[in-house]
């Protein structure tokens, strides 16, 4: 007979260890900065729409010197629903438009200013852009943007300390007029204005102007603060991408950081100033007849290397001097978002039938889950169904695949019964806790039951999918090597793209 100790210690085990399984760990903390709601709500929408137009539209010029006769602005056909329309089809969350470009000419009447569409022949000075591309959002279910250039080579204070009044009140006429605003686009160009001055821009100024009438919006510019320009206009995030950014001691335009830092980010940043990538389905940012739209394919890579990155896609689509965007190019868009659709339908993640993880919070042991009678949740642990590695696999944002505090390095394996095929791997990293992930690397099963490394990267962000040749395998894992605190992702799914399957990482 043992010692009644003996059975003490095994009582004592058997409890700790159901205490182990049923008391649920506590969520981890935010590391580091974190998105505001605003940002988590702006990184969703992914693709939004760009529009430049205005007096370049009609001249063909990129840059407009402030001298253009008002007149000259005369859309024949303007149809705003036609562009709130095609934006809806492609996948666009949100437009933006150019109401101030660097010519300084409103699309707005704009009291502030004697170069706007009132002082034009179009509609007899009585026509508003602003106005009906922000009714036309509303009908269409799309968010409204505004792009407003300092840069104003017609204002005739530019240059002079009273400019920055000007502007204030020009912000304060197109913040107020138009409903909500959900970003305001600030370009950094600071050149000279018709006295041959350039101006010195008071930056908190616009934007506490900016926080005061929209405090939703987000403010674009080189150094965000809402989110920040992705350092190029050729639609590329950087391979690393962070979230966040040191922008102390930095101001738009010349004063920005390097731009190869505004790809990057900065590991441990100060600031959480998501990547904006802006980039034209054309040559130019404005509507030139002699110029097409960029092929699918190069919309494709444009896609896996903003949104994929860890970017917000900013595509500019330039309507044409009619009013309308251009039967190529909505056809155009039409395919990119056909193509997409082909990628992102079927997920093969889902055919998985168990996903194991090394760690899952709150637990001791490696956890597998049998994935095929998902809906019988009784048998897991508190902690498995809040942090288990089949969160992964739900397509609910806000449930995540979580490890203990101390854990950096973790994996998770999917398995199929039969091989599987893709060359998309998609990682979400559940950004309301900040962005954590520094280094990943992608495994593949070969037949003979050895594991090959088919990609080795560093972010992951909001969003990053991984570009593979083609793999077919009974069993991925994803291997976190390094984090700067534990690891939250809430999504893996693996995709196939077969059209465009040339595309890889570069
Ligand atoms: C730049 C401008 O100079 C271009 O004309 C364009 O508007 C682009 C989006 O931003 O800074």
Redesign the pocket.
Known sequence: MKHPFTYFFLIFLFLSSCQQSYKLAPPPEPYGPVPTEAQLQWQRMEMNM?C?FGPNTFTGK??GDGTEVEDIFNPTQLDCRQWTKIARAAGFKGIIL?AK??DGFCLWPNPESEHTVAQSIWRNGKGDVLKELSDACRQEGVRFGI?ISPWDRNAPTYGTPAYNETFRKTLESALTQYGDIFEQWF???NGEGPNGKRQEYDWPLFNNTVHQLQPQALIFSDVGPGCRWVGN?EGRAGRTCWSLLNTDGFTPGAGAPPQDTLTVGNRQGKYWIPAEV?VSIRPG?FYRDSEHPKSVEELMRIYYQSVGRNGLLLL?VPPDSRGLIAAEDSARLMEFAAALQSVFAQDFAQNASEIKASHVRGEKNPITQNLKNRTQKTSLSANVQAYGAANLLDTSYHSYWAVDDTVHKAWVMLDFDKPESFNRVMLQEYIPLGQRVSKFHIDIMLPDGKWRTVATETTIGYKRIVLLPMCTTKAVRICIDESLACPVLNRVALFKDELYSNLAEE
Do not use: Q
């Open positions: 760009f430049h990129e840059w150019t470009h660097h792009y370009d950094g160009a206009e802006d940012w500019n």
